[in-house]
């Protein structure tokens, strides 16, 4: 009986905390470049903001081909910013979060670089860090995490749609990729699974 109360308990844990679970917001510090991670509105924005705070000279843009504003893609939206063209490095191939760290690492090896701001947008940024984590884990480089404003309501996140599909989202695809599913793959399987839930 005991066990079964302490399930109880722990699963509303559980369910209470699975939005605040989701967010990492580390206080921003001095690093070599800003990494910008693609898919979402307002990650730009953000690495915009932290690059005039003087937090750092330069920017990379993961996946700088993808639609981020009305401006256009990342790199058109940064310039749109006021971000200087000769402080914006960029990559253009990757399709997962998986891939923005793995992409990525080359560029901050042949520069040289040893710390890292990572921005993505807030609910996402607990998946960022376990892969960036891992990706980057013998490289020596510093990283450190600074999630952008999406709108998500982490602290009642059942209460409306878009938070409730980015929290089932998150630990869907969290799930996949401790399981090895990364890029396409693990998004066509993402769809499928709320498919069989509609």
């Not at 209470?16 to 910008?36: E, T």
């Not at 843009?61 to 639609?67: G, M, P, R």
């Not at 059942?158 to 399981?179: A, H, P, Q, V």
């Amino acid at each position: 009986m005991f066990f079964l109360y302490s399930l109880i308990f722990f699963s509303i844990i559980l369910f209470f905390g699975a939005g605040r679970l989701l967010l990492i917001h580390q206080p921003p510090r001095q690093a070599d470049i800003i990494i910008v991670l693609s898919g979402g509105a307002g990650r730009s924005e953000k690495g915009a903001e932290l690059y005039k705070e003087g937090y750092t000279q330069n920017i990379l843009l993961s996946n700088a081909k993808e639609s981020a504003s009305n401006s256009g893609d990342m790199l058109q939206t940064a310039l749109a910013l006021g971000i200087p063209k000769d402080a914006i490095l960029t990559e253009n191939a990757a399709l997962s979060t998986y891939q923005n760290a793995k992409l990525t690492l080359p560029i901050m090896k042949q520069h040289g670089f040893t710390s890292a701001i990572v921005v993505s947008s807030d609910f996402h940024m607990r998946r960022v860090k376990i892969l960036f984590d891992h990706v980057y884990k013998h490289s020596g480089i510093e990283l450190t995490y600074v999630g952008s404003d999406s709108g998500y309501n982490a602290k009642r996140w059942w209460s409306d749609r878009y938070s409730r599909e980015t929290t089932f989202n998150e630990y869907t695809k969290m799930i996949g990729n401790l399981f090895g599913y990364n890029g396409p793959e693990a998004k066509d399987a993402l769809e499928q699974i709320k498919r069989w839930f509609r």
